[in-house]
């Protein structure tokens, strides 16, 4: 395991060498120079405050994406200066001590760490849930420690076509359980409140008019498997009310039935809607929300994840093409994937390739007429206005801060700096393509934010 190792603060030569001797013991490589290389991060630090944490900014510039900070033995931090640590971009603080086990912990969570990163390299992952933007990567992080070290449910919140079945059969296939049931799919939209008993808990033969043979539900087909509640959110409140035993308990009686029956699955559900938002309303029960959300993920639209544009579209066009080779685009046709405003999110960003990819004839690159005529931009100005609302807000905050004019351009550069970088992996000549600058003009900007 490599990891990218800085001290911070006047850490005696004793305490550092133990601490690379306790990592060397658990095969542990410690690199100083940020290169981009490791995704891992330790930071030994004696001290808080300002220094820390231009420290553990400069770290995630550099793309680490996981930083572990570790106080010196006798440091005594206050909660606050605790938790501006993990603001500044830290994400795990721990203490290392003489206690027994102090430096375990530490090995404990870099070697989970490590594990998670190994899993998200595989190509079950990389070739189906395509993505390196930094919102993206998080949220997979997340997925895939709670599927593989955990068999708690998983609540998936997130806008139509960001991917939350994807997800949901991601952390069926990586549950270790061993003799692992299929995967069972249910929409929750789709079910007629009529026969919801039936589809949820199956039922007997003659249970009811129709009912000719025996039925087995969707809690009964999970039965050591997952089941996958899609747009849970739908739910009417009759129904909610007689999930909560089946879902607390893991048992459930069939329609027609006089015997409870036990199901042991693990349960995934996703919806659109803001649940937190449906509690508060009273038209989700809250007591049915923290039986389903042991751990909840939200999975961000596209508009956020500009950097993964690309990619998907490339991803998209290669399952299109028969002989697995997709074309090129044009640099217009980039732009214009990249600007374009996705309401249905990546659904619609592979229909809209889809629709291209069936256009487009021969072995040269994709170009702007290959886009359909109801895709080209009237006019062609500009796609979308930037500056809205959103833009008012954060400037109206930074001067009620007393940030001047000066400030705010700088931090406006800074952040479309580390934006661009992030979304291209790294990339200095795409990020300075995107920011229109040259290649040279990028470096020497990142340069002088490293020596201020």
């Not at 300002?50 to 570790?70: D, P, T």
């Not at 349960?267 to 809607?273: F, G, K, M, Q, S």
């Not at 886009?371 to 009237?378: G, I, S, V, W």
Request: some cysteine; aromatic content about 6%; hydrophobic content about 40%.
């Amino acid at each position: 395991m490599d990891v990218t190792f800085r001290c911070h603060g006047e850490i005696r030569a004793e305490q550092r060498a133990e601490l690379t001797r306790c990592l060397d013991a658990a095969e542990i490589d410690v690199c100083e120079s940020l290169d981009g290389r490791n995704s891992l991060g330790l930071v030994f630090f004696r001290e808080a405050g300002k220094g820390l944490s231009e420290v553990l900014q400069e770290m995630r510039r550099e793309q680490v994406s996981l930083i572990l900070a570790v106080a010196a033995p006798g440091l005594a931090l206050s909660n606050e200066a605790a938790w501006q640590i993990l603001k500044d971009g830290a994400s795990e603080l721990l203490p290392w001590d003489d206690t027994p086990g102090a430096i375990d912990q530490v090995v404990a969570r870099l070697q989970r760490w490590a594990a998670v990163e190994e899993v998200l390299q595989r190509p079950l992952v990389r070739n189906h849930l395509v993505g390196k933007s930094a919102a993206w990567l998080a949220v997979l992080r997340q997925v895939v420690e709670v599927a593989c070290f955990t068999n708690a449910s998983v609540l998936i919140m997130g806008e139509s076509g960001t991917g939350k079945e994807l997800i949901a059969r991601l952390i069926h296939t990586l549950d270790s359980r061993v003799q692992k049931a299929e995967l069972v799919v249910l929409d929750c939209s789709a079910v007629v409140p009529e026969l919801s008993g039936s589809e949820f808990f199956g039922h007997e033969r003659g249970a009811f008019t129709g009912a000719v043979l025996t039925r087995e539900g969707a809690f009964g087909m999970a039965n050591d498997g997952t089941l996958f509640l899609d747009e849970v959110g739908e739910l009417p409140p009759a129904l909610q009310s007689q999930l909560l035993r089946v879902i607390q308990e893991r048992t459930y009686k069939p329609v027609g039935s006089n015997t409870w029956r036990k199901a042991n699955f693990r349960l995934v559900c996703a919806t659109n809607r803001d649940l937190c938002a449906e509690v508060e309303q009273s038209r989700f029960r809250a007591d049915l929300y923290y039986r389903i959300a042991s751990f909840v993920f939200h999975l961000p639209p596209l508009s956020e994840r500009v950097g993964d544009i690309i990619p998907l579209a490339r991803h998209f066009l290669q399952e299109l093409a028969p002989d697995g080779v997709a074309p090129a685009f044009s640099e217009p046709v980039r732009e214009y994937l990249q600007n374009r405003r996705y309401r249905g999110n990546v659904r619609e960003l592979r229909q809209l390739v889809s629709r291209i990819g069936q256009r487009h004839v021969g072995n040269g690159p994709i170009t702007v007429g290959d886009l359909p005529e109801e895709e080209r931009p009237p006019g062609f100005t500009q796609l979308e206005n930037w500056q809205d609302e959103q833009l008012t807000r954060v400037v109206r905050r930074a001067l009620a801060f007393g940030a001047g004019l000066r400030d705010i351009g700088q931090g406006a550069a800074d952040a479309a700096i580390d934006i661009a970088v992030g979304d291209e992996g790294g990339n200095l000549q795409r990020a300075a393509r995107r920011l229109g600058v040259t290649d040279r003009a990028l470096q020497m900007r990142r340069a002088q934010r490293r020596a201020s």
